[in-house]
Structures are given as C-alpha cells and as structure tokens.
C-alpha cells in the first residue's frame, strides 16, 4: 500500500513557476514509475509527466515539454514536478500516480495508487 500526498499548488500568474511535490509512504518508492495528471474543470484527466523508478525513462505529455520538468528524490521518497511559464490552460487540479507494474507510463489506468490532488490556478 502507497499513501501519495501533494503539496505546493497554489495561485500563480501567466508565465509564472510553480513547483508540486509529491510525498509517498512505504519504503519500496524506488520501484514505482511516478506520474503526475491533471484535470481541468469539466474535462477529463490528463496525462502531464512520468518518471520511472529507476534511471533513464520520463516521459511528457507534448503540451508541457520544454515547460515542465519531472524529477524524483528517492531518499526522500518525493517526486516533484517544476512548472515554467504557466498558461491558462495550465489551470487545474494536479494528482500524482505510483504504479509497480509493466503497463503504459502515460495511461491514467496503468496506475494503482493516486494522491488527492492539488489545486494550481494561473491568473491571466
């Protein structure tokens, strides 16, 4: 059982940083691909950014490239996603995701524990 709990949402201006962390439980952290998803007010939830476990794989969802960076302190059983120039579309509630298995990083089903999410509004 992993228990995920975010933090660092806020309100930020348009072309402004955030940063969301994202804190687990358990002592196997390590072994599970991370991911963080949003869901913006009437739409579904979308894939933003994945890090897996071990060294060498994240992956990105096209609308934040070059804008969001993922990253993962295992020692502190943390994973943080950095936001850079915030849009509008931004806005909307972030959760962070673990899975230990071998299914698809970027689908939101491949995911067996989920925080409760964290609120990031942009202002234009």
């Known amino acids: 059982q992993v228990q995920l709990v975010e933090s660092g949402g806020g309100l930020v201006q348009a072309g402004g940083s955030l940063t969301l962390s994202c804190a687990a439980s358990g002592r196997t952290f390590s072994s599970y691909t991370m991911g963080w998803f949003r869901q913006a007010p009437g739409k579904e939830r979308d894939f933003v950014a994945a890090?897996?476990?071990?060294?060498?794989?994240?992956w990105y969802a096209d609308s934040v490239k070059g804008r969001f960076t993922i990253s993962r302190d295992n020692a502190k059983n943390t994973v943080y996603l950095q936001m850079n120039s915030l849009k509008s579309e931004d806005m909307a509630v972030y959760s962070c995701?673990?899975?230990?298995?071998?299914?698809?990083?970027?689908?939101?089903?491949?995911?067996?524990?989920w925080g409760q999410g964290t609120q990031v509004t942009v202002s234009s």
């Open positions: 890090i897996s476990g071990g060294p060498g794989n994240i």
């Open positions: 995701a673990a899975k230990d298995n071998y299914k698809s990083a970027v689908r939101l089903d491949s995911y067996n524990y």
